[in-house]
C-alpha cells in the first residue's frame, strides 16, 4: 500500500502546508509547472519518493531534470502522467492515441487549474488532475489531493483546499 500526494501547478509557489499535508506519503507527484529549482528540491525532500514532469512553464534545471512524459507502476497501478493531457472525451491532440497504445490504469495531468477526478469507461482509466496548488492562475481556491493505491485499488481519494490569497 502507498499513500500518494499529487499537486500541480505550483509556479513557483512555496508554501509550507505542502510538507504538512504530504508528511506521511510514501510518494510525492508534480504534474507540471514546478517552476523554481529551489521549489524542486524542496518538494523532492519531502517523500522517500518524487516523481514529477515538466510543464509548459518550466525551463532551466526543472526543464532538464523532469521528463515531458512519465510512465511508471506503483503496486500493480500502471501511471502515465504528463502536464497537459486535456480530459476524457477532451484529449488533448495525440494524447487519445498514445492512451491507447499504453493502456495505464491511472492518467495524472496539470494545466488547467482545474481539479477534476473522472473515469474514463473506454479505456478502463481514472483520470486526475489535481488543480493549482500555487497562487498564479484564476483559480479560486488552491488544491492538493492525496490518495491511496493498495494493489490494483485507487481509494481514499481527499481534496485538500488552500485559500487562493496569500
Known amino acids: 500500500m502507498k499513500r500518494i500526494g499529487l499537486l500541480s501547478d505550483t509556479h513557483s509557489c512555496l508554501d509550507d502546508r505542502y510538507a504538512l499535508h504530504f508528511a506521511k506519503c510514501d510518494?510525492?507527484?508534480h504534474a507540471g509547472d514546478v517552476g523554481d529549482a529551489g521549489l524542486l528540491r524542496h518538494l523532492e525532500s519531502i517523500a522517500?519518493?518524487?516523481r514529477?514532469?515538466?510543464g509548459n512553464i518550466d525551463h532551466g534545471e526543472v526543464a532538464r531534470r523532469l521528463p515531458e512524459i512519465q510512465r511508471f507502476r506503483v503496486e500493480d497501478v500502471d501511471v502515465l502522467?504528463?502536464?497537459i493531457?486535456?480530459?476524457?472525451?477532451r484529449y488533448a491532440p495525440g494524447m487519445a492515441g498514445l492512451l491507447d497504445a499504453e493502456r495505464p490504469r491511472l492518467l495524472v495531468a496539470g494545466h488547467?487549474?482545474?481539479l477534476k477526478v473522472m473515469p474514463d469507461p473506454l479505456r478502463d482509466m481514472l483520470y486526475i488532475n489535481p488543480g493549482a496548488a500555487g497562487y498564479h492562475g484564476w483559480q479560486k481556491v488552491r488544491t492538493l489531493v492525496r490518495f491511496t493505491i493498495d494493489g490494483a485499488d485507487i481509494r481514499d481519494l481527499e481534496v485538500i483546499e488552500l485559500a487562493k490569497t496569500r
Open 27 to 29: 510518494e510525492l507527484w
Open 48 to 50: 522517500p519518493v518524487f
Open 52 to 54: 514529477g514532469v515538466r
Open 81 to 83: 502522467m504528463t502536464h
Open 85 to 89: 493531457a486535456g480530459y476524457p472525451g
Open 112 to 114: 488547467s487549474h482545474i
